[in-house]
């Protein structure tokens, strides 16, 4: 089981080109990726995506693109033949209103945008194959990051399925007793009623503690309810993405405990009911971040 955050970076050379990609990960609906690089690396995006895709199936992803060219043919120098002109004019006119001295090369290279160094045309396929190794070691790390978070989630998740099933437990082992109290506050209540004098009629006393029981039961929102549960522990233990089918689960799991919640007439039950939607609740938010 993966979480949607998490960090990976990874670093490619060869022969004096050198890539850094790093990629950062948060929860997030769906696979969202947004690019950071410089436009000469444009035609590296779709290659990119494809990639994440493959590897990735939700969570926000940054990706950062860095590139440097140590080559000593990474670089060019153009000379700006216009520009030079107009110094060598300029110079010309000063040297007839009197101006000693004479432009020499020296000086024309120090002059600005005389000459323009600019980054050569680079090899797309050798600045592909750069892509694809720091993408891999990128991925690799995020992976291994999203795999170690989501041990944490699922440890702690466990954790609180285990309390929701000790809450259920209790819930069963309250419920009879709930028609029972039912039964002798009825009984009571009617003898208070009709007096000391009056005889109370049994068949009709327990027919109406039958409806109450059959209005009250939740012997199956009960097994639903653990039913949901072991779903939950069963899809955390799968190695494909489960965040969906968890977010449903959980859903599930808060609609049956609010059925038992409304169904069981007694403050016991509804106490304990609490505990576990407070626990459900916390349940939810770690499954937010379940890839």
């Known amino acids: 089981m993966y979480s949607m955050t998490g960090f990976g970076r990874g670093v490619c050379q060869i022969d004096g080109r050198e890539m850094t990609i790093e990629l950062k990960s948060v929860n997030h609906r769906f696979l969202d990726l947004s690019m950071k690089m410089a436009r000469s690396m444009n035609f590296l995006e779709d290659a990119i995506r494809k990639q994440l895709q493959e590897a990735l199936a939700r969570g926000h992803v940054d990706v950062s693109l860095s590139y440097v060219n140590r080559r000593e043919d990474g670089r ?11 110094y060598q004019q300029a110079a010309q006119e000063l040297a007839q209103m009197g101006v000693e001295g ?3 090369l020296a000086d024309v290279l120090r002059l600005p945008d005389a000459v323009v160094l600019s980054e050569k045309q680079e090899d797309q396929q050798a600045l592909t194959e750069l892509m694809c190794g720091a993408l891999d070691q990128a991925v690799n790390q995020l992976k291994q990051a999203r795999a170690q978070e989501g041990m944490r989630l699922k440890a702690d998740i466990e954790s609180r399925l285990a ?9 069963a082992q309250r419920e009879p007793m709930v028609v029972a109290d039912y039964r002798d ?16 009629d049994e068949a009709r006393l327990m027919q109406e503690v039958a ?4 209005k009250a039961s939740i012997a199956e929102e009960l097994t639903r309810l653990q039913a949901h549960v072991q779903a939950i522990e069963e899809a955390m233990a799968s ?27 007694d403050m016991q039950i509804l106490a304990l009911v609490v505990d576990i939607k407070a626990e459900i609740e916390k349940i939810r938010e770690q499954v937010q971040n379940i890839e």
């Open 76 to 86: 060019e120098a153009a000379v700006d033949h216009a520009v030079v002109r107009a």
């Open 102 to 104: 004479q432009l020499r």
């Open 163 to 171: 309390y929701i099933l000790e809450k259920r437990a209790a819930i």
């Open 185 to 200: 506050k009825l009984r009571e209540r009617i003898a208070q009623l009709l007096g000391d004098q009056a005889q109370l």
């Open 211 to 214: 409806l109450f029981a059959d």
């Open 239 to 265: 190695d494909q993405p489960v965040g969906r089918r968890l977010d449903f689960i959980v859903q599930e799991l808060n609609r049956e405990t609010n059925t038992i919640g409304s169904k069981a007439a």
